[in-house]
């Protein structure tokens, strides 16, 4: 498994920086302000979100969130939405994230593979090692940096229910489906902290803005120099 910077033999490679977090956790209003930080300190960005990115992705991306069955009734099966995120997730890595990394870009993507081994890991109950192989086969990537906006499940399902939006899916599963999202979330940033910063995103959005931006400033001083 390479990153960016290990995979920079010469000339400098972009970064793949990601974001991740539950429901109502706030990231369409964190990834904005990371990428207006991103470029005023003259850095090249190429936004995607997971799933979807590329016109594959999008068509994916809608069979994967529609809340209707979709096979006569039928409800889609954890295996073939970790498959179906997969499938989506390759089509981008190597249509947008390579060679946007390859220019020297940044890449900010909203979610990465961190969110399979969370929710159809952790909230489907698939095996770990099956999502690990997935991803050493045809991801062959970590991001660079990964930011995680942690939050109270409860606070977190009732900001995103007052938006008012339809739920998709995902979005109707029970509590303890989220509960254990968070939980290999936090897992997996407790066992990689030198790539995964929490973020509280309890406080008001102004102050998870700034904890945000101030842990990419700390990741990307680091990388300026390494």
Sequence with gaps: MTTAASAAPGARRG???SLEGGEGAGKTTVLAALRERLEARGHRVVGTREPGGTPAGEAIR???LDPRPCDGGLPLVPNAELLLMFASRVQLV???V???LARGDTVLADRFTDASFAYQGGGRGLPTGVIAELERAFVRRLPDFTLLLDLD???GLARARS??????RIEQERDDFFERVRGVYRARAAAQPERISVVDAAPPVEAVVRAACAALDGFLDHWGSA
């Design 98 to 100: 390579e060679p946007a």
């Design 94 to 96: 190597e249509t947008i």
């Design 62 to 64: 809608a069979l994967l």
């Design 15 to 17: 970064a793949l920086i």
């Design 163 to 168: 938006r008012g939006a339809p739920a998709d």
């Design 153 to 155: 499940v409860q606070a």
